[in-house]
């Protein structure tokens, strides 16, 4: 199981995604709703476009909308043996692991330190780029 916000799809989202799912038979993808992103600026997609596109992903089986109220929920549902985090994602990795412990959800936490080198890997850096070429238009 991944998560992620995946605003605009970048090679970065896919590298991760790419390396998760080697870590598994199936690869099931939670995108974070938009009101529960908190750590960044709120995605410029609408969160049933971003599911969609992450589904769209040939290394991703299936993505589902994170629930609004409880990021546990999901996750007790559907008991992954492993939870991975990209590179830059913002969870402490104890933290979680003791989260999921408290919950009796016995799954592996794994950080993919893989990361994508290239001038527009973020979606930050897009928007930044975007707004430099034709925001004065």
Same mark, same amino acid.
């Given at each position: ?24 038979? +199936? #690869?099931i993808?939670? =995108? ?6 908190? *750590? ?6 609408? $969160? &049933? ?27 007790? +549902? #559907?008991?992954?043996? =492993? ?6 994602? *913002? ?6 692991? $003791? &989260?999921?412990?408290k ?17 527009l ?6 928007? +930044? ?9």
């Amino acid at each position: 199981m991944a998560t992620g916000t995946f605003d605009i799809i970048h090679p970065g989202h896919i590298t991760f995604l790419r390396e998760a799912k080697k870590l598994g038979d +199936e #690869l099931i993808v939670i =995108v974070a709703r938009e009101k529960n992103v908190r *750590h960044k600026p709120k995605p410029v997609v609408p $969160e &049933e476009q971003r599911r969609r596109v992450v589904e769209a992903i040939k290394y991703v089986d299936k993505a589902i909308l994170g629930d609004e109220d409880d990021m546990f929920r999901p996750i007790m +549902e #559907l008991k992954p043996d =492993v939870i991975v985090l990209g590179h830059d994602q *913002h969870f402490d990795e104890d933290w979680l692991k $003791e &989260e999921l412990r408290k919950r009796n959800l016995n799954c592996e936490v794994v950080r993919i330190r893989v990361k994508e080198d290239c001038p527009l890997c973020s979606s930050h850096k897009i928007i +930044e780029r975007i707004l430099e070429k034709y925001g004065g238009r």
